[in-house]
């Protein structure tokens, strides 16, 4: 499995590289992912009992591969039923996950337990199914226009307020579609092998 290893820390250098090179008004490149690739590592820690991410320096995100721990403000996580965890840079990643578990955790949809991420105000635990988020604000996260997860309705409100905002949804609204409306992005890397 060595070489499994090697290829793995070979792509990850690729992409931060690509990551570092781009201007912010260029998208991240996508790592494409087929079923014949090796599983995404786990994260070293998984969440605690009221659901706070215990994200290591060691953990990446499944998707694009950044350190989670320099995006703590965005980070958000998924929990399989088998226990293992898995951490993200941000709320695109882990919806993207959610969405395609099959490509981006090599899980099926009936191993996922629950998804968590970040009240965007207060920094507690939420689970994800009863956020509401809000895309096309002025928030920038790690991968570039933010999808700000919330608490309420008021919430929605006040952060619209201070931040505006062009749509919201709820993570179980999200499909393929929906994904590409909100984005303008696919939800699927541009070369996922059959």
Do not use: N
Request: glycine share 6%.
């Amino acid at each position: 499995m060595r070489t499994a290893s090697s290829i793995r820390t070979i792509l990850s250098l690729l992409f931060v590289l690509a990551a570092c090179s781009r201007t912010p008004d260029t998208p991240p490149a996508v790592v494409p992912v087929s079923s014949s690739a090796t599983s995404p590592s786990a994260a070293k820690q998984g969440l605690d009992d009221r659901g706070h991410l215990r994200i290591s320096t060691e953990d990446r995100c499944p998707v694009c591969a950044m350190p989670v721990s320099e995006h703590a403000k965005f980070a958000s996580a998924v929990e399989l039923r088998d226990g293992r965890t898995f951490y993200f840079c941000g709320t695109g990643c882990m919806i993207r996950s959610w969405m395609h578990p099959d490509i981006y955790l090599h899980a099926g949809r009936a191993d996922l337990r629950r998804a968590v991420t970040r009240d965007y105000f207060a920094g507690e635990p939420l689970d994800a199914s009863e956020a509401v988020f809000i895309a096309g604000s002025d928030v920038v996260g790690p991968m570039g226009p933010a999808l700000v997860p919330l608490r309420t309705e008021e919430d929605v409100r006040t952060f619209t307020d201070r931040h505006g905002g062009k749509t919201t949804f709820r993570l179980a609204d999200m499909d393929d579609a929906r994904w590409e409306a909100v984005t303008g992005k696919k939800a699927l890397p541009v070369e996922v092998a059959p």
